[in-house]
């Protein structure tokens, strides 16, 4: 029936659509906390703990807001760079100059690795995955797939131990103790070169120097902006090295960003800062339970470094990082503990899964064989670098 030229909808068929776009909102938060595992495991955590130890007035004495701001300039910053397909193309004008599969891979490896100590190591692995994975399906090279992400992913979890922003949980860790600059990178300096060593190693035994030629892609950054974006980016480092108050950066860059790319705004990894905040909730709370206290600090006290490699193959890196901090004062071996630990099971680093996502993606059909190979390499990069670490 209509009424003056428009259609009068009955009651229930206004009832199903509104009951079709619930579904269809309640079915795109789901897919965000799945999307989002390791956010969703820290929200749990810091509910459940919040059982425990009610919200109170010290609960705004958890958060870290240094720590936050710093991540949350440096991630917008590389967002822009990435925008402009920057890394992809400097590291793709790299790879074109290899002759061998072997090379490429090496390259492939280096550039992870140096990009993961200036961009973090998530989004290293973003950026230089796709390039590993158009090197070799371009060149018909896809048996090395599997070897080449699973080192670019060692490369990106290792690579970033050496810079306090090349890892989220370095950036904590860097803030949270006032680590002088040259401490930090002296004492991430041994299994740093040991890892750059064994990367290499790795893909001399593993790649066969085979004729390789990757086809030149004409393109083109845009002058001004890269300009700009490289000042912003300076600008971040300098507020990460404590060069420059934090809260002028968290004035500057995003006003900046707003006008000349609002889409690098939105491309923030607003999930990983929801996870340190939830984290810090989770970890405060933890502080404040007796029992808890009193056993990490036993545990921590006996080997600081083991049992924070061993609490990153539970429950990732960046947690154990902000969770472990609050029983101990011994920030170097803990420093060398959350780096190294992201070495190991496929939970031990975000980056991990990222890499895993992406290689499953193309080749769904070779998840397990995947896993086996992850494991056999990550947990060797471990069984040499504890020891390592150690001896330091």
């Known amino acids: 029936m209509q009424l003056h030229?428009?259609?009068?909808?009955?009651?229930?068929?206004?009832?199903?659509?509104?009951?079709?776009?619930?579904?269809?909102?309640?079915?795109?938060?789901?897919?965000?906390?799945?999307?989002?595992?390791?956010?969703?495991?820290?929200?749990?955590?810091?509910?459940?703990?919040?059982?425990?130890?009610?919200?109170?007035?010290?609960?705004?004495?958890?958060?870290?807001?240094?720590?936050?701001?710093?991540?949350?300039?440096?991630?917008?910053?590389?967002?822009?760079?990435k925008n402009i397909r920057f890394f992809y193309i400097l590291a793709q004008k790299v790879v074109q100059c290899c002759k061998t599969a072997r090379?490429?891979?090496?390259?492939?490896?280096?550039?992870?690795?140096?990009?993961?100590?200036?961009?973090?190591?998530?989004?290293?692995?973003?950026?230089?995955?796709?390039?590993?994975y158009f090197v070799l399906s371009t060149t018909g090279k896809e048996k090395y797939?599997?070897?080449?992400?699973?080192?670019?992913?060692?490369?990106?979890?290792?690579?970033?131990?050496?810079?306090?922003?090349?890892?989220?949980?370095?950036?904590?860790?860097?803030?949270?103790?006032?680590?002088?600059?040259?401490?930090?990178?002296?004492?991430?300096?041994?299994?740093?070169?040991?890892?750059?060593?064994?990367?290499?190693?790795?893909?001399?035994?593993?790649?066969?120097?085979?004729?390789?030629?990757?086809?030149?892609?004409?393109?083109?950054?845009?002058?001004?902006?890269?300009?700009?974006?490289?000042?912003?980016?300076?600008?971040?480092?300098?507020i990460v090295f404590r060069g420059i108050p934090y809260w002028i950066g968290l004035l500057v860059i995003p006003a900046v960003l707003w006008l000349a790319d609002r889409k690098a705004l939105k491309a923030v990894d607003y999930p990983l800062l929801l996870t340190f905040v939830f984290f810090f909730i989770f970890s405060g709370n933890m502080a404040r339970i007796g029992v808890v206290r009193e056993c990490f600090s036993f545990l921590l006290d006996k080997s600081t470094l083991l049992f924070s490699v061993l609490s990153c193959q539970c429950i990732s890196n960046v947690p154990s990082a902000i969770l472990l901090s609050q029983f101990t004062e011994n920030y170097r071996d803990l420093l060398l503990g959350v780096n190294i630990?992201?070495?190991?099971?496929?939970?031990?680093?975000?980056?991990?899964?990222?890499?895993?996502?992406?290689?499953?993606?193309?080749?769904?059909?070779?998840?397990?064989?995947?896993v086996k190979t992850f494991s056999a390499f990550n947990f060797g990069f471990l069984a040499v670098l504890i020891p390592v670490c150690l001896l330091v």
């Not at 929200?43 to 991540?71: H, Q, S």
């Not at 992870?112 to 200036?118: A, D, E, H, K, Q």
Request: charged share 10%; proline share 5%.
């Open 145 to 238: 797939m599997a070897v080449t992400f699973i080192l670019q992913n060692i490369a990106a979890n290792l690579g970033g131990m050496l810079t306090p922003f090349g890892n989220p949980q370095n950036l904590y860790l860097y803030t949270k103790y006032a680590i002088p600059t040259a401490e930090f990178m002296g004492i991430m300096a041994l299994p740093f070169a040991v890892s750059v060593l064994l990367l290499t190693l790795c893909a001399l035994v593993f790649v066969k120097a085979e004729p390789l030629a990757v086809e030149a892609e004409e393109t083109a950054l845009p002058h001004g902006r890269t300009v700009l974006y490289l000042l912003l980016f300076l600008l971040s480092i300098a």
């Open 341 to 370: 630990g992201g070495a190991g099971t496929l939970i031990a680093s975000l980056a991990s899964l990222i890499t895993f996502r992406e290689y499953t993606r193309h080749n769904p059909q070779k998840t397990g064989a995947y």
């Open 5 to 81: 030229g428009h259609a009068v909808h009955h009651p229930h068929q206004r009832l199903h659509a509104v009951g079709r776009h619930l579904l269809r909102d309640v079915g795109c938060v789901a897919d965000f906390f799945k999307q989002n595992a390791v956010m969703t495991v820290a929200l749990a955590a810091a509910l459940l703990t919040a059982i425990a130890v009610p919200p109170d007035a010290e609960y705004l004495a958890y958060f870290d807001v240094k720590t936050l701001t710093c991540l949350f300039c440096v991630l917008a910053v590389v967002c822009a760079l």
């Open 103 to 132: 090379v490429s891979v090496l390259a492939l490896l280096y550039i992870t690795f140096i990009g993961s100590m200036l961009i973090a190591n998530d989004m290293a692995l973003l950026t230089f995955l796709p390039l590993g």
